[in-house]
């Protein structure tokens, strides 16, 4: 970046690794593509007509700033249900990533450190550092589990936050009941705010999703529909947390995304009560179709959750492994998008069986090639 206008705060981060992905996956005529982190089915018939008919109605205006009462005050009993905090207060974001952005900017001050988990989702380190922020990465390779004692070693008189994700993206790593016990204690004894990253609470296969909330009452957390109904082009995010900082967060919101989109609002209401069960189910068995399918070849922690698999590569760094993969018409993530390591790559799961099982094929081809 060379242009005089263009301010200092955004030359902290650059996005050049994860274009590249895109750049190629462009360049290449039907690729066999696990990259994709959204769900492939389709948006739920009931939320789509909901949708529709919100926008023949005439609800096309803004929004409240805090979201309409069909889905805010829904969403608020079923906080308050689960969890039965006096202090906690929902509101609607503009996606997940309006919430993630929100989160930060109320409560990171210049040179607050935050802990973040690596391999991380690739917007928690950008974001920290467009406030200003200090990130402050620990390494979970290769198991992709948290140790409570180590994040104690990394807390200093500046940490501010630690950015929390279960099941993770990019590992699908679900965090069990002690991990989150420790990490949510360990905040509260600190005083350290602690944001989670719930976007795939539904996707838990082998055991029930753990909130941080249910064990510190200050948790913010972070939501939202896009992969739990496929709506990742709806932006349709919330949050639930203390109602001072939910309040703040609400003043941010009124001058920078102003709202959720009205209609899809109204859709997000009726997309509460539709079972998803089936669908979970489906990526269960596509997560096992993957487990069993490279188990001969890589190193893999077996992931417990979202749609995403992250295998370690056999021989060389994972950007070398990932252009081997292209001359195999096959498109992953190498792992240096999320973190500092390059040894291991992200693939998607949420495809069709038959790309899953052509996948398959070729990483094992190219496994044995290597
Ligand atoms: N958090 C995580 C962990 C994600 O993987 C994603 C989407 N890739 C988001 C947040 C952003 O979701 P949204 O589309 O709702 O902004």
């Known amino acids: 970046m060379t242009h005089a206008w263009i301010a200092d ?6 996005s050049s690794g994860i274009r590249k992905v895109f750049d190629l996956a462009a360049k290449m005529k039907d690729p066999i593509n696990l990259s994709i982190g959204q769900p492939d089915f389709d948006v739920p018939e009931p939320v789509k007509a909901a949708c529709i008919d919100a926008i023949q109605s005439r609800r096309n205006g803004y929004a409240l700033t805090q979201g309409m009462p069909v889905l805010r005050d829904k969403l ?3 906080v308050d249900a ?5 202090d906690r207060k929902v509101f609607v974001s503009s996606g997940t990533s ?13 040179g607050d450190e935050v802990i973040i988990f690596e391999p991380y989702f690739v917007m928690y380190e950008s974001l920290v550092k467009m406030a200003g922020g200090i990130p402050v990465l620990i390494d979970t390779y290769p198991n992709f589990t948290i140790d409570p004692e180590r994040v104690a070693q990394a807390i200093t008189p500046r940490t501010k936050m630690i ?3 279960s099941p993770a993206n990019p590992t699908g790593a679900v965090a069990g009941e002690a991990e989150v016990r420790g990490l949510a204690e360990l905040a509260a004894k600190h005083n350290i705010a602690l944001v989670s990253d719930e976007i795939y609470r539904f996707f838990c296969y082998d055991q029930p999703f753990v909130s941080p909330a249910r064990f510190n009452d200050q948790t913010l957390v972070i939501d939202g529909f896009s992969k739990s109904h ?11 947390g203390p109602q001072e900082i939910v309040q703040t967060m609400l003043k941010l919101q009124q001058y920078t995304f ?4 009205q209609p899809a609002q109204w859709a997000g209401a009726v997309a509460m009560d539709v079972d998803m069960a089936g669908y979970v189910d489906a990526y269960r068995r596509k997560r096992d179709l993957v487990v069993a399918g490279l188990r001969d070849h890589y190193e893999m922690a077996i992931p417990g959750g979202a749609f995403y698999a992250f295998p370690k590569v056999p021989r060389g760094t994972a950007t070398e492994f990932t252009a081997k993969a292209i001359e195999h018409n096959l498109l992953v993530i190498p792992g240096h998008i999320f973190g500092r390591r390059d040894t291991h790559f992200r693939i998607s799961y949420a495809v069709d069986d038959s790309v899953i099982h052509r996948g398959i ?10």
């Open 361 to 370: 094929a070729a990483l094992n081809d190219l496994a044995r090639a290597l």
């Open 9 to 14: 705060r955004t030359k902290t981060f650059d």
């Open 76 to 78: 608020q009993a079923r």
């Open 258 to 261: 102003v709202c959720a989109p």
């Open 82 to 86: 689960e969890y039965g905090h006096a």
């Open 230 to 240: 496929a709506m990742t082009g709806w932006r349709l995010g919330f949050v639930h």
């Open 163 to 165: 950015l929390f994700n």
């Open 98 to 110: 309006g919430g993630l952005v929100l989160a930060i900017w109320s409560l990171i001050n210049p």
